[in-house]
């Protein structure tokens, strides 16, 4: 697995655990509001993405995600900084 | 069970076919170090119903004066690791202080517990100057004050345990002061809340606080988010909840009774380094410098918890001759033989040796924690006596006293005198266990026996070890209500209620305080709420000759009947034959037994003399 479909991987999979839904519906139907998507539901998945991945993601950015591919191109941008810091 | 993926599969599992997780689950829940895993875990296990598990329930409120988000499924786990399955009600958002006032804070009636998740704006001004340290000091007081006055009236109209804990200042508070004078007075003022909050444990015996500051710092991660915080008023990190969460679990269990009573401690490499067998009494390593002074740590306290009442065995895959040697001559060696209230050193399996130590301590192998170094030796333990906690003894000898004491497997809410005797009275119970193999009927045994049995109704002195043992006492517990302090002292000082002591001694040592019952004194009808008595003293007729005690004191005070119940738990059945032994007969109602009193009833047990009652009925 290319990293980048792992870091995809793994959102995919944290988002599946904490919003209880299959990783298939998920991915036939990408947008966050179609899911319990409150605040704390999004809150649970940043600290297990940030627990998992070692990054640090930005909260406003972070809210403003609408679609799962948001959040990857995030985590994405996330793990590239924090490679780089290394 | 640390492996996060089978723990989280094991849980699961269990949640489907709607069981309790096993012993060995739990153990690993109470040690999950990891807070993303324990709130996932909290969540499955929040589909358990109090129908399903064979777990004692608990009812838990959590007021806050922020989010609780994820505090309850850490708590949820922390609460099912200890052996309870909790029933949690969250208070609504903002409403910490009229609840608290109200005494308006759980759905289903007063809980058992009630539980509060604090940040620092609830003591905070809204605002205020860098320059004037001494408002901010006031202000701190004069919201002490408040919430002392609260707490004061949580503790008149409920029952439930209230856990608080102190609070850290933030970096965001102290830094807003320039002056190093002013950050001082403003830390001393903090320490003063938190040592202030402290009190309130002294001051109300339902009140219980976590010192949660000094637990955060020996954490290795962030105690708070400031992101988190300002977006949903979650002030601290889904870490520093599970540790608050972990806590208030130990509390619930040291109230419930679920806290161990026993250690099993192993010896090469556990009590001592080095294979005595091998290296010989004069080259273990104990004391002196590290590592030896890891070693006489662990033993320092291990001897500690045996002060507090904790039961020491020794279980030691070892020649009985050497270890004597070792145990009796090392000049550094802290415990020695009559440390252990129970000694198996020989080549058994140590399983073996755990099961006979618990019959002979007349306890459950569930009330026992192993430690020892061998992964073999535990292995072998788990898989026979999985209700066993195990403690690894492997590793840097620097973290032995940590891996025993962090859990907190034995917590009790107040040490009581029979708490610290226990040690000793196990011993001459084991002993006089031996002494039982020689009579010829168990009869003969009792008479020779020469027991004394005292009852007599509670005083102030005596509430909190009856108290303790309503929350231990599993077996001989009639109904299985557990009166804690403030109800039983309540009912000691009515006159419609009473609440009597049992103390036993006999030829080999005084018991102290074994059992208590508790009775609703009706004009016509005497009701037993409960009974309970200490497993030490089963099979000697001491509840015959408490039921002839209450029969004459209900007929002196006019009553025609006395009344018992029966309600079955999972682990009561020796108990279920009790009133019909005891001449009461089967009434109506399910699980209700009663003694008419005008019919006259059984004498107490004629080997057992009542010093107390002699005297009174000359």
Request: proline content about 4%.
């Given at each position: ?12 999979n944290?988002l599946s655990d904490?919003l ?10 990408p947008?966050l509001?179609a899911?319990d998507?409150?605040?704390l ?6 600290s297990q ?6 990054i640090t993601?930005?909260?406003?950015s972070?809210?403003?995600a609408?679609?799962?591919?948001d959040?990857v ?5 996330a ?7 290394r | 069970?640390?492996?996060?993926s089978?723990?989280?599969e094991?849980v699961?599992s269990?949640v489907e076919?709607?069981?309790?997780p096993s012993?060995?689950?739990r153990?690993g ?5 990891d807070?993303g895993?324990?709130?996932?875990l ?15 329930p608990v009812t838990?409120a959590v ?13 949820r786990?922390?609460?099912?690791g200890?052996g ?6 969250v208070g609504?958002?903002?409403?910490f202080?009229?609840a608290l006032g109200?005494?308006a804070f759980a ?6 517990v009630?539980?509060?998740l604090?940040e ?6 809204g605002?205020?100057?860098g ?12 919201r002490?004050e ?7 009236s949580?503790?008149?109209h409920?029952a439930?345990?209230v ?7 933030p970096a965001?508070v102290?830094e ?6 002013a ?7 903090w320490h003063q809340?938190n ?13 219980q606080?976590?010192?949660l ?15 988190l915080h ?6 601290y990190?889904?870490g520093?909840?599970h ?8 509390i619930?269990?040291a109230?419930?009774?679920?806290s161990?009573k026993?250690l099993?401690l ?9 294979v005595l067998g091998?290296?010989g ?5 104990l004391?002196?410098?590290y590592?030896?002074?890891?070693f ?5 306290s ?14 030691s895959?070892n020649?009985?001759?050497i270890?004597?040697?070792a ?7 802290l415990?020695?033989?009559?440390a252990?209230s129970?000694?198996?050193?020989n ?8 099961r006979q130590?618990?019959?002979?301590l007349?306890l459950?192998?569930?009330s ?6 061998s992964?073999?030796e535990r292995?072998?333990?788990?898989s026979?006596l999985?209700?066993?906690v195990?403690v690894?003894?492997?590793g840097d ?11 907190g497997?034995?917590?009790v809410?107040?040490l009581?005198?029979?708490d610290r005797?226990?040690p000793?009275?196990y ?6 266990n ?10 003969d045994?009792l008479q020779?026996?020469?027991i ?6 509670v005083?102030?002195f005596?509430v909190?070890?009856v108290?303790?043992l309503?929350?231990?006492?599993n ?5 299985g ?7 039983t002292?309540?009912m000691a000082t009515?006159?419609n ?7 036993v001694?006999?030829?080999?040592g005084?018991e102290?305080?074994?059992g208590?019952f ?6 016509q009808?005497?009701r037993?709420l ?6 030490r003293v089963?099979?000697r ?9 209450l029969a ?9 009947t006395?009344q018992?119940?029966?309600v079955?738990?999972s ?6 034959p ?8 089967p ?8 003694l ?10 004629s080997?057992?003399?009542?010093p107390?009652?002699e005297?009174a009925?000359r």
């Amino acid at each position: 697995m290319t990293e980048a479909a792992s870091i995809e991987h793994t959102v995919v999979n944290i988002l599946s655990d904490v919003l209880h839904e299959s990783v298939e519906d998920l991915n036939n139907h990408p947008v966050l509001a179609a899911y319990d998507w409150d605040s704390l539901s999004s809150l649970e998945a940043l600290s297990q993405l940030e627990s998992q991945l070692g990054i640090t993601l930005d909260l406003r950015s972070y809210q403003a995600a609408r679609r799962i591919s948001d959040l990857v191109d995030l985590v994405r941008e996330a793990s590239a900084t924090t490679a780089g810091q290394r | 069970m640390s492996n996060s993926s089978t723990l989280l599969e094991a849980v699961r599992s269990a949640v489907e076919e709607r069981s309790a997780p096993s012993a060995e689950v739990r153990a690993g829940l109470v040690q999950l170090t990891d807070p993303g895993l324990a709130r996932k875990l909290g969540r499955l296990l929040g589909g358990l119903q109090a129908a399903d598990a064979d777990l004692p329930p608990v009812t838990l409120a959590v007021l806050a004066t922020c989010t609780v988000g994820p505090f309850e499924p850490l708590l949820r786990t922390s609460l099912v690791g200890v052996g309870a399955l909790p029933a949690i009600s969250v208070g609504d958002y903002g409403n910490f202080e009229f609840a608290l006032g109200s005494g308006a804070f759980a759905e289903g009636g007063d809980p058992d517990v009630l539980a509060c998740l604090m940040e620092e704006s609830y003591f905070l001004p809204g605002d205020w100057s860098g320059g004037d340290v001494e408002a901010v000091t006031s202000h701190l007081q004069a919201r002490l004050e408040d919430f002392r006055s609260l707490i004061g009236s949580v503790t008149k109209h409920s029952a439930a345990t209230v856990v608080l804990h102190t609070l850290p200042l933030p970096a965001e508070v102290r830094e807003s002061f320039l002056s190093w004078r002013a950050r001082a007075e403003l830390a001393r003022a903090w320490h003063q809340l938190n040592a202030d909050l402290l009190a309130l444990a002294a001051d109300h015996r339902q009140v219980q606080v976590v010192d949660l500051v000094s637990l955060l710092a020996d954490q290795p991660f962030p105690a708070r988010d400031a992101r988190l915080h300002r977006y949903a008023d979650l002030p601290y990190t889904d870490g520093a909840l599970h540790v608050l969460a972990r806590q208030v679990a130990r509390i619930v269990q040291a109230r419930m009774g679920l806290s161990r009573k026993v250690l099993a401690l192993d010896l090469d490499n556990t009590l001592w380094g080095g294979v005595l067998g091998e290296v010989g009494a004069t080259g273990v390593e104990l004391g002196g410098l590290y590592p030896g002074s890891c070693f006489l740590n662990l033993q320092r306290s291990a001897r500690r918890l045996r002060e507090q009442g904790v039961i020491l065995v020794l279980a030691s895959k070892n020649d009985a001759e050497i270890v004597e040697d070792a145990l009796g001559n090392h000049p550094e060696m802290l415990l020695r033989s009559d440390a252990f209230s129970v000694t198996a050193v020989n080549w058994s399996p140590k399983a073996d040796n755990l099961r006979q130590a618990a019959e002979s301590l007349s306890l459950s192998t569930g009330s026992f924690v192993f430690m020892d170094d061998s992964p073999f030796e535990r292995g072998q333990v788990a898989s026979e006596l999985p209700e066993v906690v195990l403690v690894s003894a492997e590793g840097d000898p620097a973290h032995l006293v940590n891996s025993l004491l962090a859990p907190g497997w034995f917590d009790v809410l107040e040490l009581t005198e029979t708490d610290r005797d226990r040690p000793a009275l196990y011993r001459t119970r084991a002993l006089r266990n031996d002494f039982q193999g020689g009579f010829g009927s168990s009869e003969d045994y009792l008479q020779a026996l020469g027991i004394e049995l005292r009852i007599e109704p509670v005083t102030p002195f005596g509430v909190s070890r009856v108290a303790q043992l309503a929350a231990r006492t599993n077996q001989f517990n009639l109904t299985g209500i557990r009166f804690d302090e403030a109800r039983t002292a309540a009912m000691a000082t009515d006159p419609n209620h009473l609440v009597a002591s049992l103390s036993v001694s006999d030829r080999f040592g005084d018991e102290g305080v074994v059992g208590a019952f508790w009775v609703d004194c009706g004009e016509q009808t005497w009701r037993v709420l409960n009974m309970v008595l200490s497993c030490r003293v089963l099979s000697r007729g001491i509840e015959l000759a408490a039921v002839d005690w209450l029969a004459s004191r209900a007929e002196q005070a006019g009553a025609t009947t006395l009344q018992g119940s029966f309600v079955t738990s999972s682990k009561n059945a020796t108990a279920a034959p009790f009133w019909e032994r005891a001449g009461f007969r089967p009434a109506a109602e399910d699980g209700t037994f009663t003694l008419d009193l005008r019919d006259g009833w059984n004498p107490a047990p004629s080997w057992i003399t009542q010093p107390d009652r002699e005297r009174a009925t000359r």
